[in-house]
C-alpha cells in the first residue's frame, strides 16, 4: 500500500530533550515536506526537500531540522523543543512535476512539550 | 495574510441537506486541490482543478474553478454523517512557479448530524 508513514503518533517530552519524528514514504517520491497544524493558524510548512540531500526552509522553520539522506526517509529533528512547539506535525510527499497528484499525508504526530 | 480564505470555518447541518463551502484568493493559482482531514489522521486529496471554469464531481461532491482562476468551491448534495471532516483547499503559491510548494487554506469544519 502506498503510504507515508510517521512515528511517533503521540509525544509527550520535556522542555530541551532533543527528539526526532521519524517519517518514510514507500512511493519513490522526489518532493517531501513537514507541516504543523495549530488551531486558527492551520497548516504551516517547516522544512521541505525536493531530492536526497537537497533541503529548505519553508514558512516557519526556527527550532527545527532535518535531514535527507536516503529518498524515503524525512526526519524532523527538535534539537531543544519549547512549549511552543506543541503541535500536531504533518509529513507529506509528492513526485516532482505533477503538480495535479497533490500531497500524500501521513497521519500525524501530536506533540506536547511540558 | 492568508493567500487562501475559506468560508464558513465552520458548518453544521443535519443529514441530508445540501451545503456549499469557498476558497477565494485575491491572487490567481495555476490550480486548486481540496483535502478532507478526518479526525486524527491527515488530509487526504479529494480533487485538482485546473482550468478556469472547471466543474469537476466526485459522487455527491461537485467542485468549480472560478473563470478567474481566484476562487473555487465545493458543493455537497444530500450530505451525509461520513461527510463529517474539516475541508481544506490548497495551491501552489502564486510566487513560487515551479516549486512543489503548497499553502493551505485554514479550512472549514463540517459536522453532518444524523
Known amino acids: 500500500e502506498a503510504q507515508v508513514t510517521q512515528n511517533p503518533r503521540y509525544l509527550i517530552t520535556v522542555t530541551g530533550k532533543k527528539l526526532t519524528v521519524t517519517c518514510s514514504q514507500n512511493?519513490?517520491?522526489?518532493?517531501m515536506s513537514w507541516y504543523r497544524q495549530d488551531p486558527g493558524l492551520g497548516l504551516r510548512q517547516i522544512y521541505y526537500?525536493?531530492?536526497?540531500?537537497?533541503?529548505d526552509k519553508g514558512d516557519v522553520p526556527e527550532g527545527y531540522k532535518v535531514s535527507r539522506k536516503e529518498k524515503r526517509n524525512f526526519p524532523l529533528i527538535l534539537e531543544s523543543p519549547s512549549p511552543n512547539q506543541t503541535s500536531l506535525y504533518f509529513c507529506?510527499?509528492?513526485?516532482?512535476?505533477?503538480?495535479?497528484?497533490?500531497?500524500?499525508f501521513g497521519s500525524g504526530t501530536r506533540l506536547t512539550v511540558v | 495574510t492568508q493567500l487562501l480564505e475559506q468560508s464558513p470555518q465552520f458548518l453544521s447541518i443535519q443529514e441530508g441537506e445540501n451545503l456549499t463551502v469557498y476558497c477565494n484568493s485575491s491572487?490567481?493559482?495555476?490550480?486548486l486541490q481540496w483535502y478532507r482531514q478526518e479526525p486524527g489522521e491527515g488530509p487526504v486529496l479529494l480533487v485538482t482543478?485546473?482550468?478556469?471554469?472547471e466543474v469537476k464531481k466526485l459522487k455527491r461532491l461537485t467542485f468549480q474553478f472560478g473563470d478567474a482562476r481566484k476562487d473555487s468551491s465545493l458543493h455537497i448534495t444530500a450530505a451525509q454523517p461520513g461527510d463529517t471532516g474539516l475541508y481544506l483547499c490548497?495551491?501552489?503559491?502564486?510566487?513560487?512557479?515551479?516549486?512543489?510548494?503548497?499553502?493551505f487554506g485554514k479550512g472549514t469544519k463540517l459536522t453532518v448530524n444524523p
Open positions: 507529506a510527499s509528492s513526485p516532482l512535476g505533477q503538480k495535479t497528484y497533490g500531497y500524500t
Open positions: 512511493m519513490n517520491h522526489e518532493y
Open positions: 526537500s525536493m531530492n536526497v540531500e537537497v533541503t
Open positions: 491572487s490567481v493559482f495555476s490550480s
Open positions: 482543478v485546473v482550468t478556469g471554469g
Open positions: 490548497a495551491g501552489p503559491p502564486p510566487t513560487q512557479g515551479g516549486s512543489e510548494k503548497l499553502v
